[in-house]
């Protein structure tokens, strides 16, 4: 059985994460680090035992010769480091969202495709082990026909949670729904609807969003219907962070490493004896609870070495993750425009950029990266203490 090289691209924190999935993994192998910063590049080599450490990307490939380069960056240097990479013909697993917006995205799936590679996009939860399962179950007819699935963010300000969590939900629930072919959403800023001085420049390096409160629902394909909450609160909270599907028979409430089934589809509490049934999660072998690469991690490895052994598509693949940047900027779109978006757009720019644009506006001006110190800025941009 093949052994895949693996190279690294950037040792922050989903670097580090991504490597322990990648060093744990009995069938892949780092074999090159690359980062800017020394001592990032130095830790994570001590930590991986990689002695092949590299401060540009191409002489990281051309020394390596990997099977995989991951790209576990900033949002905002996907578009150049995935474009740079492909150029060598080389697979990439590149951390989400795929892109800040849709024409950047077309071409480094376009550029794939010419290149003949394929595209992961880091969508760990999408094959977790409680999602994977309760989709078995799913497709088993443990709930019926699907008829409503629902989804909230864990408290970010709503359009950074758009680009930061709700690429992850709304990727897994097309596992279960399949496409998104409309999008209507509602956002609002400081109680009311958002208007052009409200878009703003992300923190995180997430491209342009708007909105603190964002509601959206989403129309899949065979007349399901989907609910999704992007709404800021004052502490984040990762437990709210699920999906609960509605079905014609029962209901199931999915996380990536657990799941639940209901065998009816309402539920009053202390009525009956239908009660929240636990559903046995599907853990790839191998699976070493004691090493340090988490579960959902190591699936998301796991299904890349089984998609490059078959020749076929992560289920996270590039096409998917152009999907869901398609239903991210919907929802910005539908907001800022009052109006239904059907899928896919025959635009592809940055829809509340062009949304200034049409009122008279420049792009946003620069802003702090760190989140904490953006939402200050934020609160005082509104007038708030």
């Known amino acids: 059985m093949k052994t895949y090289r693996v190279a690294i691209l950037g040792c922050r924190a989903r670097g580090i994460q991504g490597g322990q999935a990648y060093h744990a993994h009995p069938r892949t192998e780092i074999v090159g680090l690359c980062d800017l910063v020394q001592e990032r590049l130095d830790e994570m080599g001590e930590m991986f035992d990689v002695d092949a450490r590299f401060t540009d990307l191409d002489e990281m490939i051309e020394q390596t010769q990997p099977d995989v380069v991951a790209i576990p960056t900033g949002t905002e240097f996907h578009h150049e480091l995935a474009l740079r990479v492909l150029e060598h013909g080389v697979n990439i697993d590149i951390e989400k969202p795929l892109c800040t917006s849709l024409d950047q995205a077309d071409e480094v799936v376009a550029k794939a495709k010419e290149k003949d590679v394929e595209i992961a996009v880091h969508h760990q939860g999408r094959v977790g082990a409680g999602v994977v399962a ?37 990727n897994t629930m097309l596992k279960f729904a399949g496409h998104v072919r409309s999008v209507s959403a509602v956002a609002t800023t400081d109680g009311r609807l958002i208007q052009p001085e409200d878009v703003v420049t992300s923190p995180l390096g997430m491209g342009t969003i708007a909105g603190e409160y964002i509601t959206a629902t989403l129309q899949f394909d065979n007349d399901v219907t989907g609910g999704l909450l992007q709404h800021r609160l004052p502490r984040n909270d990762t437990k709210l962070s699920a999906i609960e599907l509605f079905g014609t028979e029962g209901r199931m409430i999915v996380r990536w490493e657990a799941a639940w089934a209901l065998p009816h589809p309402h ?119």
């Open 267 to 385: 539920y009053i509490p202390g009525e009956g004896k239908d009660v929240w049934e636990p559903i046995d999660p599907i853990v790839p072998e191998g699976f070493n609870p004691d090493d340090d690469a988490s579960l959902d991690e190591y699936c998301y490895v796991d299904e890349y070495v089984r998609a490059l052994d078959e020749g076929r598509p992560h289920e996270c693949n590039g096409a998917e993750g152009l999907h869901v940047l398609e239903v991210l900027m919907g929802v910005f779109e539908s907001a800022a425009y009052g109006k239904r978006v059907a899928l896919p757009q025959e635009r592809r720019s940055h829809p509340l950029l062009q949304w200034r644009k049409e009122n008279g506006l420049g792009e946003p001006d620069p802003v702090r990266r760190d989140f904490r110190e953006w939402y200050v800025d934020e609160d005082r941009r509104l007038g708030r203490a």
């Open 134 to 170: 309760a989709h078995k179950a799913y497709t088993e007819g443990r709930i019926g026909k699907l008829l409503y699935l629902y989804t909230r963010d864990k408290g970010y300000y709503g359009g950074l949670g758009i680009m930061n969590i709700a690429t992850h939900k709304v």
